[in-house]
């Protein structure tokens, strides 16, 4: 018998294998108990070639639901393929079509839409994505068909249309007129971070500013002797306008992608834009040879444009939290308990803010707005010592503030802005108690009124502090179950914080 062979794994370890007749003698006895397989099971085991392949079939393809058949064309000496299946020499591949032709209007308005929506549309964008482009659309309609009027205006005003005014001097107005919008657009792009928190509110006062413009460029038709300073004001207007158009554009599609196609649905945004643009422009020139009023085909596409815009920016949905919509979620909270949802929360912000509308509060202002005198702030101050924010209400002015120390993060700012919400529903329950007291006298006196405001406040705020200091996780808690976002930046604070150390 053949001595064992040992094969060496490692220093300690030693593997021998049998010798060769034991190998051999094991061989043939597992052959002898093992069954030998019949002729066509082993035939059914072998590798077959492809069937597929034989008979010309290459693959499959689908592209937008459409399927190809992919086969080999052509080709006259046989030869071998790679998977062994028998392939014509000089063959080529031929593609088959397994569904009929698509009908002339679906082909074209397959072409449309490669042009108006995102790929892979519905799903890769946000439900409220059509709603926002159709009045988008309608918005750009009006537009287009009042720059027909309004270039019209413009032109015949500069003096177009009369042969005694040279064509340099009607070049230089233009160009100057041009000029002084773009200085306006540079001096109002110093707005910055205003166009992240009011975006809505900013997207519609853009879309009024640019009324106002065109408004004032169809006056000049009246006074054309005044064309250049009427026309570099309304420019002016009108490319403010255009900075915050295309300053609160970006976040909106943001808003409305689904993954990484915010480029993509930016790009499908301004083509619906621009040929809802092309078309008013063309209803318009049409309309515009028949001599129309002015002043009436003004007051129509002013109309139609406000309303659509208005309609554009409500059907906008932001996962954010600004003032408008935080002041939405904490009055829900406070009334009921709930959150509303990102659709319900969007849709009670209030859109338009004149600038003389009174804010009942105000985060991050300074300590002389908020004191008149250093009893209140003596008063309070105990309440905060443990906070990074204090919380006051001014009745003189009407108005709760929240005052931020100089250590105050992120939570504490909106911790701040929660109280003074809080606060202020206190403080507005009290009044309408009092209020609805004093109904049954003749003569309300102001001065008692302003008494009713004053008194008790500091209760009030003794108050809010136990209803914040249990109540305010709970709100973030169901703020985020609702898929809100809160950020102290878009909160807009002032830049003042107190400071704990005495000046030098």
């Known amino acids: 018998m053949a001595p064992a062979v040992g ?36 035939a059914s085991t072998e590798r077959p070639a492809p069937a597929a392949a034989l008979q010309g079939f290459l693959c499959l393809e689908e592209v937008d639901g459409r399927r ?15 998977g062994g299946a028998a392939v014509p020499a000089g063959a080529s591949v031929r593609a088959v079509p397994l569904q009929s032709p698509l009908p002339p209007a679906e082909e074209i308005m397959a072409f449309i839409r490669s042009y108006v929506v995102p790929e892979g549309f ?30 019209r205006t413009l032109l015949s005003s500069v003096g177009v249309s009369q042969s005694k005014v040279t064509p ?15 200085v306006g657009k540079m001096l109002f792009a110093r707005q910055g971070k205003k166009f992240d928190y009011d975006l809505k509110q900013l997207r519609y006062t853009s879309d009024l500013l640019l009324e106002i413009g065109a ?41 409305y992608a689904r993954g990484e196609n915010i480029g993509d649905v930016t790009a499908k945004g301004e083509s619906v834009g621009n040929i809802a643009d092309l078309l008013g422009t063309g209803l318009s020139i049409f309309i515009s040879k028949r001599n129309p009023s002015l002043v009436t085909s003004f007051a ?5 444009y ?12 932001l996962n954010t939290l600004n003032r408008a919509r935080f002041t939405v979620a904490v009055d829900s909270f406070i009334k009921t308990g709930h959150i509303p949802s990102l659709k319900e929360g969007n849709s009670q912000e209030t859109i338009f803010n004149p600038p003389w509308r009174h804010e009942p509060v105000a985060i991050g202002s300074r300590f002389g707005e908020a004191f008149q005198e250093p009893a209140s702030f003596l008063a309070i101050r105990p309440l905060f010592e443990d906070e990074r924010y204090m919380v006051t209400y001014n009745p003189t002015k009407d ?43 003749a003569n309300p006196d102001r001065s008692e009124h302003l008494y009713s405001r004053n008194m008790d406040f500091l209760a009030h705020i003794a108050e809010s502090c136990k209803i914040v200091s249990s109540s305010y996780a709970t709100f973030k808690k169901k703020a985020r179950e609702q898929g809100w976002i809160m950020s102290e930046s878009l909160l807009n604070p002032g830049k003042a914080r107190l400071c704990a150390a005495k000046p030098q």
């Not at 340099?168 to 773009?182: F, H, M, Q, S, V």
């Not at 939570?411 to 004093?438: C, E, G, M, P, T």
């Open 168 to 182: 340099g001097a009607i070049a230089i107005n233009w160009i100057l007129k041009d000029g002084a919008g773009r």
């Open 306 to 317: 406000l309303l659509s815009s208005y309609q554009e920016v409500r059907s906008v949905v």
């Open 300 to 304: 129509f596409l002013s109309c139609g």
């Open 215 to 255: 408004g004032i460029e169809l006056t000049t038709a009246a006074f054309p002797q005044f064309f250049l300073p009427m026309a570099c004001v309304a420019n002016v207007v009108k490319n403010v306008a255009a900075v915050t158009s295309t300053s609160t554009r970006t976040p909106i599609y943001k808003a």
């Open 399 to 441: 108005k709760v503030y929240a005052l931020l120390k100089d250590q105050a993060k992120s939570d504490d700012i909106i911790k701040a802005a929660f109280h003074a919400h809080v606060l202020l529903h206190f403080i507005n329950a009290s009044h309408a108690r009092r209020l609805k007291q004093k109904q049954k006298q």
């Open 68 to 82: 190809w058949s992919y086969v080999v064309d052509g080709g006259a000496a046989k030869g071998r393929g790679g």
């Open 122 to 151: 519905p799903d890769s964008v946000t439900p409220s994505y059509v709603p926002y482009m159709t009045w988008r659309a309608l918005k750009h309609f009006f537009g287009g068909a009042m720059g027909v009027f309004t270039t």
């Open 7 to 42: 094969l060496k794994r490692s220093a300690t370890q030693t593997i021998t294998l049998p010798p060769p007749e034991t190998r051999l003698a094991v061989r043939d006895v597992m052959r002898s108990t093992i069954p030998s397989q019949p002729a066509e099971a082993r």
